[in-house]
């Protein structure tokens, strides 16, 4: 009996653990799910501004190194 | 002299463009407070110290201004066919005939008239300046801008819708060594006890940077309120970044300018209202040599624009073609305008 109580607490302890990684990892994917719902949701306000506030940087970047060229080059001579 | 100026339409680019033009109406040099200088000369870290010690502050214009050469970047939206006539009666003197044929709204006609007094103020501003135009069912918008002494300037500007008063206002700029400060009062009615007061106060505190407020109050019988932005401006070599920040929502812009033929401007709207956020990018090319102008934007609304305005030397011939789509709601507007003069 005490040897099946033995291995029953050690099996008790070894699901607890494994019960413990699995809570973990389900947080983890929770926590990724609900940023993938937040990413896709269009209609949340807080998304959608700092998806713009992203394209704002973006445009002043291309703004500010990518519009330096001539538009009207004179032939070298 | 000078006033020649308002007699001919307005040559581009004006020298002291500003407020926004009544439909029709071409806006003479002097309408509105003098352009932000926005580019600063390069110079040397040292001698800009050694000029800042020696040069006060400069005046940072226009709280209206703060944003104002970003939105020029933008093409402007036009639908249907327009088809505008100025003539300059006289050296002070000047009317315009706009008429518009609208396939969504209402065509219309109107019938402006702009006078230029001979009080001069600097080599593009006139004052008084007197604009006012009418359409065919009789309603009337009409502004007055004076300049009472060298530092204050005075605007009265009335909208009537036939023969009904809708807006009605009066304002006063006060032009600081570096600061500007402006208050106008909207549609006050003293019998009902309602009326809109905004005031504004921009100040320089670095020749680079400018901060400001603005405060606006309404009543109306049984309800008051007031809101509250502030603004930053910084102003680079060839850029001007600026930023409204207030209970309403957020305004920021950039604008940068590439080289004489090329500006960009970008754009960031979020009102907590309306809980909307909105991106734009625009640009501008100007080909002096085509005398060609090209405007294109680009939204996150999936709005794609753009402008073409050419004039048609050496006839006093000004033609303008506008085209949009909005890729979300399938919807494709265009314009087409000529102005004569």
């Given at each position: 009996m005490s040897i099946h109580a033995h291995s029953l607490s050690v099996y008790v302890a070894v699901n607890a653990g494994s019960n413990g990684k699995k809570g973990s990892s389900s947080g983890v994917m929770n926590w990724i799910s609900s940023a993938c719902r937040f990413a896709t949701d269009r209609n949340d306000f807080r998304r959608n501004l700092l998806v713009n506030l992203g394209l704002f940087a973006a445009g002043v970047w291309v703004a500010r190194n990518l519009s330096d060229f001539d538009l009207s080059p004179q032939p070298v001579t | 002299m000078g006033s020649v100026l308002a007699a001919s339409s307005p040559s581009p680019p004006p020298p002291a463009s500003s407020g926004a033009a009544s439909p029709g109406l071409t806006m003479p040099p002097g309408f509105g407070m003098p352009p932000v200088s926005p580019v600063i000369p390069p110079t040397g870290v040292h001698s800009g110290q050694q000029q800042d010690a020696e040069n006060p502050l400069?005046?940072?214009g226009a709280f209206d201004e703060c944003h104002r050469k970003c939105k020029e970047v933008f093409p402007m939206q036009m639908e249907g066919v327009r088809l505008v006539v100025n003539k300059g009666?006289?050296?002070?003197?000047?009317?315009?005939?706009?008429?518009?044929?609208?396939?969504?709204?209402?065509?219309?006609y109107r019938f402006g008239a702009t006078y230029v007094g001979s009080k001069q103020t600097s080599p593009a501003e006139f004052f008084p300046v007197m604009v006012g135009?009418?359409?065919?069912?009789?309603?009337?918008?009409?502004q007055i801008i004076h300049q009472i002494t060298n530092r204050i300037r005075s605007k009265v500007a009335f909208q009537t819708q036939q023969q009904k008063f809708v807006n009605w206002q009066m304002d006063a700029d006060f032009k600081g060594e570096d600061f500007t400060a402006t208050i106008t009062l909207g549609n006050p009615d003293v019998l009902i006890g309602s009326g809109i007061v905004v005031t504004h106060y921009l100040q320089s505190i670095t020749p680079a940077l400018a901060l400001g407020g603005e405060l606006v109050y309404h009543r109306r019988p049984g309800e008051e309120g007031a809101v509250m932005s502030l603004v930053?401006?910084?102003?680079?070599?060839?850029?001007?970044?600026?930023?409204?920040?207030?209970s309403a929502g957020a305004h920021a812009s950039y604008y940068?300018?590439?080289?004489?033929?090329?500006?960009?401007?970008?754009?960031?709207?979020?009102?907590?209202?309306?809980?909307?956020?909105?991106?734009?990018?625009?640009?501008?090319?100007?080909?002096?040599?085509?005398?060609?102008?090209?405007?294109?934007?680009?939204?996150?609304?999936?709005?794609?624009?753009a402008t073409l305005e050419k004039k048609l030397l050496p006839l006093p011939l000004s033609l303008v073609l506008c085209a949009f789509l909005n890729h979300r709601k399938s919807k494709f507007q265009c314009g087409f305008g000529v102005t004569i003069g």
């Open positions: - | 400069p005046n940072p009666l006289s050296n002070h003197f000047q009317v315009n005939h706009t008429m518009l044929l609208s396939t969504m709204g209402d065509s219309s135009d009418m359409d065919s069912s009789g309603s009337l918008n009409a930053g401006r910084y102003t680079g070599s060839n850029y001007i970044a600026t930023l409204t920040l207030g940068h300018k590439a080289n004489d033929q090329l500006q960009v401007g970008v754009e960031l709207e979020a009102s907590t209202r309306m809980q909307d956020t909105s991106v734009s990018f625009g640009y501008q090319l100007d080909v002096p040599k085509a005398n060609l102008q090209f405007k294109g934007s680009l939204d996150s609304n999936w709005v794609v624009g």
